[in-house]
């Protein structure tokens, strides 16, 4: 993808049509002759990536466009809806935010046996294993349930015939009263924060339409990454709850700068506009995503508030390319269309 | 080369971070800011590109230097016992400690070889200990009662989760506290704990959205079961003879409590128990105040004085008043004392306490015996807190797994910085744009953590994410600026690059409003990733990006 920005040399390209296009060569002439050599050359780029975006008709495509994400979103809201009906939450909770016990292991125990024995012994009680990629070797052993900690490490204690210290485990117990208060807060602060999320973009936009496509967008970069998390059964922790608030900033970066380029009014076509914004935004959010990868892929190795945190990063950000460049540019280019912005 | 403010701007608090991050001496501390704004001037002043470079050159070499050759040698006091011979002597914590009788000491292996080889010791040594405050000579044949660890080179200082620890959210059982009520719990407990010899604690009042107050500790090696039992404890101390109270623990009945002194304090045997394992009894003397040592005349003098036990076994010989003293903590009976008859209504003043504690092995008794006899004792110093406790949250960090969580954080972060560099040259082919992205990103890491340092924030996991994730939102508004300020349009590059601004203004607004409520949510728990994102944010659209801009417009020039 980025090769193909980066097609040199000039010729008989497809962009020398758009070059001889009355209007843009008009609106060219006048700054032609104080560019250097370089900007010549990116010039020359845009035309020939505008034309590439010309074969395709994203006129004709843009409403259509519209329907993936919003299918996505109700399929989104649909799972999301049926695990509060089975659960009573919007998602899975963890030990942090439903009450109970984490014992993180650290060393060379029978973990297979651990968790066969400790599965007869507690009915709730689950089970994680961390390695670091690049050696293969187990760092930890996370063991999560509602019991109270004493009993269960001593259960542990007993199967592995040790005794758990500060330097082969970590214990994490939250009761249960202050783990509901918990959740209810950030479910809270989760929803303050949308709320001063919007009225920034409101503030900014000042039209209707836009920000609430912006807002729209932010809506669905939440609810798509839940969904996903919600289908593999993963827990959300007190962390992964602040990461799903730092995404509601994090997500609107893309949709601020389309925006902004598209109801400028000037600087080649709306069509030219939305894409212009589209290569920019499309880079910024594969750096970021690329930025949160290497948690997954290079060092592994990492707490689990850290991974979780990152995790929801990296779906939202992937989701966030869905919801800018089809959910919020198809409402943004009705829009001009519908005011006349060309 | 001529430099705008901006730019000078970005470097002095560059200078600033590295100087509040680095923990050198202060007169180093300086030289490598000064150095730092040096290669500054070079730059913009020095107009011969030979002169220039050899400059740049050897400041460069100078500061490097002076990181690597001038860290603070030596260990830190980290706790020492205020009743301790060397607390008397004048010895504190806090202190750099650089050599014991003229040997060098490095790291705090080097002191335990070298306390380890002076004592245990019959006669009395001299004992010469060299620290950044001066020199201290004791003649003694007592092991200092002091621990040190290894100066750290920054002074970054990471949270429980990445440098181990517990910690313990803890508020009164049934009632809602008022803030002074908080006010006096946090302080019998930091008075606790500071009395059982822990010296890295930190006690705090946290509440939440719905006013909610909790009591916070966090405390750095020590497992959850004794914080537990330490400040998860109400402590309440009774002493009583019959349904009496004689004394409980506090000032104002125990007016001082041996400790260190061997003679009046210590682990007196360590038997076999009869269910295997071992016991070992540890005893040590407090002394009353006149109140309650008349408390224990008046009650004493009314009890009738036996020669058997309340079974018709004879003492031996001996004979004891009719009635123990009974010792109750939190309303559980600890010991029971025979009272001998000489002491029938006498105002004494001095009474040993003793327990016990056992083990599966006789060293983990005797460990065990001296644990509970240093809760007793600071139980009876500080008296016990005004309420029954209810504990909501504790956990516990293992060091081990924190450090190498830590190393790994440290890889990753280098992992991702090397990734988004390559994108960039990727993307843009240029070198200039490239390098400065790469100072951008790598200024805005330094200067969050150089706040981080200055305001001492304990940096914890979520918090390091923050700061990536930081980075990141960097990276995407020096985007933004390249791609307005090589965009086609007419307008002149200044006015593309305030464009840009509006963009990445907004993207800043959108972060801070975001992560504000998470200051308060959750009691707080999770400010550290909303701190050091705002931070992050914040640094860049006040600091970075402004000198970017700048770098940008001379590069595209």
Redesign the interface.
């Known amino acids: 993808m980025?090769s193909a920005?980066?097609a040199d040399g000039p010729g008989p390209t497809p962009g020398r049509r758009i070059y001889n296009n009355k209007k843009m060569s008009e609106?060219?002439n006048?700054?032609e002759e104080k560019m250097g050599a370089h900007?010549q050359k990116?010039?020359h780029h845009?035309k020939i990536k505008m034309n590439l975006f010309k074969n395709f008709n994203y006129d004709k495509w843009y409403k259509i466009m519209f329907i993936i994400p919003l299918v996505l979103v109700i399929i989104s809201l649909f799972s999301i809806a049926l695990t509060f009906s089975h659960t009573g939450s919007f998602f899975l909770k963890d030990v942090s935010l439903s009450g109970g016990t984490s014992i993180?292991l650290?060393g060379d125990f029978d973990y297979v046996k651990l968790e066969s024995e400790l599965k007869n012994q507690y009915e709730d009680i689950s089970f994680k294993g961390l390695s670091?990629i690049s050696s293969g070797k187990q760092?930890?052993f996370i063991i999560e349930s509602s019991a109270q900690?004493d009993p269960l490490k001593k259960s542990i204690e007993d199967i592995l015939n040790t005794k758990l210290?500060?330097?082969?485990?970590?214990?994490?117990?939250?009761?249960p009263?202050?783990s509901d208060?918990?959740y209810k807060?950030?479910m809270?602060?989760?929803i303050?924060?949308?709320i001063?999320?919007s009225?920034?973009?409101f503030v900014?936009f000042r039209t209707f339409i836009p920000s609430i496509a912006v807002i729209f967008a932010a809506f669905a970069d939440i609810i798509m990454p839940l969904a996903v998390i919600n289908y593999f059964g993963i827990k959300i922790s007190?962390?992964g709850i602040?990461a799903f608030?730092?995404?509601?900033?994090?997500s609107?970066?893309t949709d601020?700068?389309l925006t902004?380029r598209a109801l400028?009014k000037?600087?080649?076509t709306l069509n030219s506009r939305i894409f212009?914004a589209f290569?920019?935004g499309t880079?910024?959010t594969?750096?970021?995503l690329?930025?949160?990868l290497?948690?997954f892929f290079?060092?592994t190795?990492?707490?689990d508030?850290?991974r979780q945190?990152?995790f929801i990063?990296a779906l939202g950000l992937s989701a966030d390319i869905i919801n800018t460049w089809l959910t919020n540019a198809s409402i943004i280019k009705w829009y001009c269309e519908k005011k006349g912005i060309k | 080369m001529k430099l705008s403010w901006r730019i000078w701007f970005l470097v002095f608090v560059l200078a600033f971070s590295a100087m509040s991050i680095l923990n050198l001496p202060a007169i180093y501390t300086v030289l490598v800011g000064l150095l730092t704004i040096s290669i500054l001037a070079t730059l913009s002043f020095v107009k011969d590109k030979f002169t220039r470079n050899i400059l740049l050159f050897f400041t460069a070499v100078a500061i490097i230097a002076i990181i690597f050759f001038t860290a603070q040698q030596g260990v830190l006091i980290t706790s020492l016992d205020s009743n301790s011979f060397v607390f008397s002597e004048g010895l504190r914590k806090g202190m750099i400690l650089t050599s014991i009788n003229g040997n060098q000491i490095k790291t705090s292996e080097d002191y335990s070889s070298q306390i380890s080889s002076l004592f245990p010791t019959e006669e009395k040594i001299k004992l010469t200990v060299q620290t950044d405050k001066g020199e201290f000579i004791f003649l003694t044949n007592e092991t200092p009662q002091l621990s040190v660890s290894a100066i750290s080179k920054t002074n970054l200082k990471t949270g429980l989760?990445?440098s181990?620890g517990a910690r313990a959210?803890i508020r009164p059982a049934n009632m809602t506290p008022s803030q002074s009520e908080m006010a006096d719990l946090i302080a019998v407990t930091s008075n606790r704990l500071n009395t059982f010899g822990i010296s890295d604690v930190n006690v705090r009042a946290v509440s939440?959205?719905?006013g909610?107050n909790f009591m916070l500790v966090e405390v750095a090696?020590i497992?959850?079961d004794d914080l537990k039992e330490l400040v998860g404890q109400q402590g309440k101390f009774e002493a009583k003879i019959g349904k009496e109270i004689v004394f409980i623990g506090g000032e104002r009945d125990v007016a001082s409590v041996c400790r260190t002194d061997a003679t009046c304090s210590g682990i007196r045997e360590c038997l076999p128990s009869s269910s295997g394992g071992y016991v070992c009894r540890f005893t040590f003397s407090i002394y009353l105040s006149e109140l309650a040592a008349e408390k224990h005349a008046n009650i004493t003098s009314n009890l009738s004085v036996n020669s058997t036990d309340e079974n018709g076994k004879s003492f031996g010989g001996e004979r004891f008043l009719s009635e123990k003293l009974d010792l109750f903590l939190d309303d559980k009976l600890v010991d029971s004392l025979l009272i001998s008859e000489g002491l029938k209504g006498s105002a004494t003043t001095q009474i040993a306490i003793s327990g016990s504690g056992s083990g599966a092995t006789k060293e983990e008794a005797y460990n065990s015996a001296q644990t509970s006899m240093k809760k007793l004792q600071t139980i009876l110093i500080t008296g016990s807190l005004p309420y029954k406790l209810?504990?909501?949250?504790?956990?516990?960090?293992?060091?081990?797994?924190g450090k190498?969580?830590t190393k790994?954080?440290i890889?990753?972060g280098f992992?991702?910085f090397l990734?988004?560099s390559i994108?960039?040259f990727?993307?843009y082919?240029k070198i200039k744009i490239t390098l400065a992205v790469i100072l951008t990103m790598f200024s805005e890491a330094l200067i969050t953590l150089g706040i981080a340092a200055l305001i001492k924030w304990n940096l914890?996991?979520?918090s390091?994410?923050?700061i990536?994730?930081g980075?990141?939102?960097g990276?995407?508004?020096q985007?933004?600026i390249i791609?307005e300020s090589?965009?086609?349009?007419?307008e002149n590059l200044k006015e593309k690059i305030k464009?840009a601004f509006?963009?990445i203004v907004?993207?800043f607004?959108?972060?801070?409003?975001?992560?504000?409520?998470?200051f308060?949510?959750?009691?707080g728990?999770?400010r550290g990733?909303?701190l050091t994102?705002i931070l992050g944010v914040s640094v860049g659209i006040l600091v970075t990006r402004p000198a970017f801009g700048d770098m940008i417009k001379k590069i595209q020039e």
């Open positions: 980025i920005f980066q609106e060219n006048s700054s900007e990116v010039h845009e993180t650290h670091d760092i930890a900690p210290d500060s330097d082969n485990s970590s214990i994490e117990f939250s009761g009263a202050l208060n918990f807060q950030l809270f602060a989760l303050i924060s949308f001063l999320m009225i920034v973009i900014m007190t962390a602040a608030l730092m995404l509601i900033g994090y609107v970066d601020i700068l902004t400028r000037r600087g080649g212009g290569k920019t880079f910024m594969l750096t970021a690329f930025a949160v290497p948690a290079i060092v190795g990492l707490p508030s850290f945190i990152f990063l | 989760d990445l181990g959210m939440d959205l719905t909610n090696g497992t959850t209810e504990i909501l949250k504790l956990d516990s960090a293992s060091p081990v797994l190498e969580f790994n954080i890889y990753l992992i991702v990734i988004v994108l960039i990727l993307k082919r914890d996991a979520p390091i994410a923050g990536i994730a980075m990141g939102t990276v995407n508004d985007i933004v791609d090589v965009s086609e349009e007419s464009r509006f963009i907004g993207a607004f959108t972060i801070i409003a975001a992560m504000l409520p998470l308060w949510a959750g009691a728990l999770l990733f909303a994102t």
